[in-house]
T-cell receptor, first 116, second 107 residues
Framework: GAVVSQHPSRVICKSGTSVKIECRSL??????MFWYRQFPKQSLMLMAT?????????EQGVEKDKFLINHASLTLSTLTVTSAHPEDSSFYIC????????????FGPGTRLTVL | GIQVEQSPPDLILQEGANSTLRCNFS?????LQWFHQNPWGQLINLFY???GTKQNGRLSATTVATERYSLLYISSSQTTDSGVYFC?????????FGTGTRLQVFP
């Protein structure tokens, strides 16, 4: 149980294009989903927290107009990197938790974004 | 914000050896988890342990919340244990990840 998927697993795009990453909870309903980014050989940094049906809460220093997050249902959250640039190249990971009272997060396999 | 430091940063072991990984955090937390990130990037939950001791097979963890540290013990290490071990803490469900310990286990 508690499986989270991400699609695509890797994407290469040209500078200036937008990329959408999907995060799905396959066997449970996720009231809260989290988005992280991880640069090579570094730790995970929380970008934003999304709750179903409401606007995402972004961490300090994360541009909400550049990283658009939509949590339209209890099983799907999307992250869109708009007008991507080479410095946006990173490993993006989502996680989901069962409910607001559960502190355990289950992580997706990650999406590796390369912007040329 | 909360600072999370892990030690050692790198660890090289021969198969069968035991090891202890440490996580120090700078403030009180209600949430502490240990994860293993495999070489393909997948994070795997090991323990949810804001306090106390837990064991799961060859792995065990202890958190002393009053002294703001947690320990992860790996016994009889195997090559499949290789990867990066993270502890992550938070006052709530939002997690702040530590710096990680990169473990390499050789046959």
């Amino acid at each position: 149980g508690a499986v989270v998927s991400q699609h695509p697993s890797r994407v290469i795009c040209k500078s200036g294009t937008s990329v959408k990453i999907e995060c799905r909870s396959l066997d449970f309903q996720a009231t809260t989903m989290f988005w992280y980014r991880q640069f090579p050989k570094q730790s995970l940094m929380l970008m934003a927290t999304s709750n179903e049906g409401s606007k995402a809460t972004y961490e300090q220093g994360v541009e909400k107009d550049k990283f658009l997050i939509n949590h339209a249902s209890l099983t799907l959250s999307t992250l869109t990197v708009t007008s991507a640039h080479p410095e946006d190249s990173s490993f993006y990971i989502c996680s989901a938790s069962y409910d607001r009272n559960s502190d355990t997060q289950y992580f997706g396999p990650g999406t590796r974004l390369t912007v040329l | 914000g909360i600072q999370v430091e892990q030690s050692p940063p790198d660890l090289i072991l021969q198969e069968g050896a035991n090891s202890t990984l440490r996580c120090n955090f700078s403030d009180s937390v209600n949430n502490l988890q240990w994860f293993h990130q495999n070489p393909w990037g997948q994070l795997i939950n090991l323990f949810y342990i804001p306090s106390g001791t837990k064991q799961n097979g060859r792995l065990s963890a202890t958190t002393v919340a009053t002294e703001r540290y947690s320990l992860l013990y790996i016994s009889s290490s195997q090559t499949t244990d290789s990867g990066v071990y993270f502890c992550a803490v938070g006052p709530t469900d939002k997690l702040i990840f530590g710096t990680g310990t990169r473990l390499q286990v050789f046959p």
